[in-house]
């Protein structure tokens, strides 16, 4: 449920599709701002590719020893609410005996993210102070 969630969001958000989701909340604490990850294509031509973090930042790269600072600002409130309803009947009737079912059943899922807030860094400036690199 948490993967299709998390696939749903990313989805409205990134309709280009260079964003990846994450399947499972454990994967998340793999996730860092600016972290650089390795594609490594699978042996397969039908296999996906996989991502492997890397103990490297992007400030490590393009800056040496300065430090970048992140800008967090909020982002959006994500909350989605998604359901169905259904209903059946049964009438039938042999001889002087008549049978009715009926039926009904609905179903709601909601999510909700809450407030998501995004990191952004001065691209503007990394590009002025990594020139010289």
């Not at 299709?4 to 994450?22: C, M, Y």
């Not at 790269?61 to 800008?71: H, I, N, Q, S, Y």
């Not at 002087?96 to 998501?116: D, I, N, Y």
């Amino acid at each position: 449920m948490f993967s299709k969630a998390t696939a749903n969001f990313v989805r409205q958000i990134d309709p280009e599709g260079s964003l990846i989701h994450v399947s499972r909340v454990n994967d998340s604490q793999k996730l860092v701002p600016m972290a650089l990850v390795v594609k490594r294509n699978r042996l397969w031509f039908w296999q996906r590719p996989k991502y492997q973090p890397t103990d490297f930042t992007l400030s490590d790269l393009l800056l040496g020893d300065k430090t970048l600072r992140l800008c967090e600002t909020e982002f959006l409130t994500y909350k989605g609410t998604f359901g169905d309803k259904l209903s059946g009947k049964l009438k039938t009737k042999a001889g002087s005996v008549s049978v009715a079912l009926e039926g009904q059943g609905t179903t709601k899922l909601q999510s909700c993210f809450g407030k998501l807030k995004k990191e952004e860094l001065d691209v503007k400036k990394l590009l002025r102070d990594s020139r010289s690199r």
